[in-house]
């Protein structure tokens, strides 16, 4: 790899956001570096990788899905190939609609063109066996992958290493200068411009921190359940996902909004385990507990842009709860952007908030 030079970018975090950006820079023949601060406990290593299709409790048909599964059903293979790792498994989801309310959203959509394939009635719920469930009617989510971001990040963070473009640090804000050119330098060294892809530790950064944030922590077990044999995704109370070793389940999870931290408390363990216990009748043991704040935002919608007055910083944030179905298909887009050959999605763009960046300043 070529040494930086007053092209590259600088991108500042190796979690999903900033690994897709920084893949697709790669993809674009654009030179790039990344600065990343290794994190075992970030979002984007304990997340399951969901890519759902229909969520909430309205069955709401994900924003833009189309494309983004699209998408990601191309990039997530390319980058097992890549990196020569499996971390990317089609699968389905049973749902349980509990509620007469939810029952109702099921039988209105699934009448729906744009619902048509993506969901149906349960046939089979014996695979849900082992689990408690009562009366409850179960549907099938079709379409939906996992990519494991356990697997995922690190096989990632070593092939950027291998390529020379990462290092193990933290983004140091008294080092950053800018052109009279309108590049920026970091620590003696020019570059092109930076982009900050920090997750939920954006609210720190001083040039984005009037963007409208509001991290949600949320915990997530590992367990360990000999009599249960799930081979799919299940949500009664919780989500249960079959991760890599046989009988052990990714469980979560929770959305606490006054801590932001990536402590795992007692309490946020027992709101896992309070549900958990509600569907799982069988003898579990605990094999991990972790927890981190997704970058969530006030509109749930994803932050992306250049600054309002410094065009040579950028954002690539606020993935919310769905960084592995966003990220893939934003980051190209971004990338087109600026490379000047595509314009921003309104809905995602940070000039939507250009206001709040008045007041600031
Ligand atoms: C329990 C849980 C379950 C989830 N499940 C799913 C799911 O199933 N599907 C889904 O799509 N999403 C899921 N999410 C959400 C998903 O994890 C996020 O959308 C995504 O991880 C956000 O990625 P990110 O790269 O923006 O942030 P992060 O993953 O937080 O990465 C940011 C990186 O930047 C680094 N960094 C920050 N500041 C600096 C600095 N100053 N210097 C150097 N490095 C820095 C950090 O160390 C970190 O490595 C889940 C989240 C949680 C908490």
Redesign the pocket.
């Known amino acids: 790899m070529k040494p930086p030079t007053s092209k590259t970018t600088l991108i500042?975090?190796?979690?999903?956001?900033?690994?897709m950006l920084a893949y697709h820079f790669h993809k674009a023949n654009l030179a790039y570096q990344i600065?990343?601060?290794?994190?075992p406990n970030?979002?984007?290593?304990?997340?399951?990788?969901?890519?759902?299709p229909i969520t909430g409790r309205v069955l709401a048909k994900s924003w833009l899905f189309h494309r983004l599964s699209e998408y990601a059903h191309q990039i997530y293979p390319e980058l097992e190939q890549l990196l020569g790792i499996s971390c990317f498994t089609k699968t389905q989801l049973f749902r349980l609609l509990k509620t007469e309310k939810e029952r109702n959203e099921f039988s209105l959509r699934v009448e729906l063109p744009e619902y048509d394939g993506w969901m149906s009635e349960a046939i089979d719920i014996s695979q849900l066996q082992g689990l408690s469930y009562g009366e409850a009617k179960a549907i099938l989510i079709h379409g939906v992958a996992i990519s494991l971001?356990s697997r995922l990040l690190p096989a990632f963070r070593k092939w950027f290493q291998k390529q020379r473009t990462l290092t193990d640090?933290?983004?140091d804000f008294s080092q950053l200068r800018f052109s009279d050119t309108g590049s920026v330098f970091y620590k003696e060294q020019e570059y092109q411009r930076v982009i900050f892809?920090?997750?939920?530790?954006m609210k720190?950064n001083p040039y984005f921190n009037y963007l409208p944030m509001i991290p949600a922590?949320?915990?997530?077990l590992i367990i360990h359940c000999p009599e249960l044999q799930l081979k799919d995704c299940a949500k009664i109370s919780q989500t249960l996902i079959p991760v890599e070793k046989p009988n052990h389940y990714w469980v979560?999870?929770n959305y606490n909004h006054n801590e932001v931290d990536e402590i795992p408390r007692e309490s946020g363990r027992q709101k896992i385990l309070e549900k958990l216990e509600e569907m799982l009748p069988l003898p579990f043991e605990i094999v991990e507990h972790?927890?981190?704040?997704?970058?969530t935002t006030k509109d749930r919608r994803p932050l992306i842009g250049l600054h309002p007055k410094y065009p040579q910083l950028g954002v690539f944030?606020g993935?919310?709860?769905?960084?592995?179905?966003?990220?893939p298909l934003l980051a190209a887009q971004f990338v087109n952007f600026l490379s000047q050959e595509e314009e921003l999605h309104p809905r995602v763009s940070i000039r939507r908030f250009d206001q709040h960046y008045t007041m600031k300043d």
């Open positions: 500042i975090g190796q979690g999903i956001a900033g690994s600065i990343d601060k290794q994190n970030a979002s984007s290593r304990i997340a399951a990788g969901l890519i759902n971001g640090a933290s983004f892809a920090e997750g939920f530790r720190d922590k949320g915990d997530r979560g999870s972790k927890a981190a704040p997704r970058p944030n993935m919310g709860s769905k960084g592995f179905s966003l990220a």
